[in-house]
């Protein structure tokens, strides 16, 4: 499980392999608001490898987004699968987030 | 419930995904399907695990979490038990409310309400047994 942190034209994109869980929910939370703190403000989170998020894992993107907008940024997620979609929509979480099928979709729209 | 399986978990979340790995396997070679299993009992014992826990055990490492399980080609039934006080299920506000989406926690037991077809908590509150229905049950893995 690692977070791949790179950027893209003036976009912080990181890459979750593996799971979003209670143990590594930290460890976003502090590179986001690390990226955040260096001056960062558009943000895409790639979970083209994630297989699962826990229910931890949704807070963290939560507290997360709230942090990033109150700094005048913008948070995007792309690349859920069928599984972690259906925990979106079940917790309504898709209605907080903007959600893209694609990282070209999602850069595309900063 | 007979369970065909106990698990005995050292209160770690690190402990979480070896057994939650392991029930989902034998219920697959038990001819669930493997849907379910990927996603609603995972979800459903892993958050009903975390939640032991952290808040159950509040995270002593000198407790433990039991994990029984009957896992059969139609219904996979596991009970998650901590050695805590337990608690109210009942008193819990719905995180999909407007209100409340922007909320960083409260989601767990939601997402196992969601995911398990039949969930129960113990009076104490300690204990929560949980039901995942296989809609197309099939015999020793052979395929329909």
Redesign the interface.
């Known amino acids: 499980m690692t977070f791949v942190v790179t950027r893209d034209s003036d976009v912080t994109v990181i890459d979750v392999q593996g799971q979003l869980?209670?143990?590594n929910r930290q460890e976003l939370k502090q590179k986001v608001l690390d990226e955040l703190e260096a001056g960062g403000r558009k943000f895409l989170i790639d979970f083209a490898g994630t297989g699962?998020i826990?229910?931890?894992g949704?807070?963290?993107l939560?507290?997360l987004s709230?942090k990033i907008r109150e700094q005048g940024g913008e948070l995007r997620l792309a690349n859920l699968n069928d599984?972690l979609r259906?925990?979106f929509e079940?917790?309504?979480?898709d209605?907080?987030f903007h959600i893209a099928a694609s990282r070209k979709d999602a850069m595309s729209a900063f | 419930m007979q369970p065909n399986y106990v698990i005995e978990l050292p209160n770690d979340?690190?402990a979480i995904e070896e057994p939650v790995a392991y029930l989902i396997h034998r219920a697959s070679e038990a001819g669930f399907d493997e849907n379910r299993l990927?996603?609603n009992l995972?979800?459903g014992l892993?958050?009903a695990l975390?939640n032991a826990i952290?808040y159950g055990n509040c995270r002593d490492p000198r407790k433990r979490v039991r994990i029984e399980a009957q896992v059969g080609p139609g219904e996979v039934t596991v009970r998650v038990t901590d050695e805590g006080h337990g608690f109210d299920p009942c008193c819990l506000d719905d995180?999909?409310e407007p209100d409340n989406?922007?909320?960083?926690?409260g989601?767990?037991i939601?997402?196992i309400r969601?995911m398990m077809d039949y969930v129960e908590f113990n009076d104490t509150g300690n204990s929560v047994t949980m039901v995942l229905l296989n809609p197309a049950p099939v015999e020793n893995g052979a395929t329909t």
């Open positions: 869980i209670v143990g699962y826990d229910s931890s949704l807070g963290v939560v507290s709230k599984d259906t925990l079940l917790t309504k979480l209605t907080l | 979340l690190c990927r996603l995972r979800v892993s958050e975390t952290l995180p999909t989406r922007r909320r960083e926690r989601r767990g939601f997402l969601q």
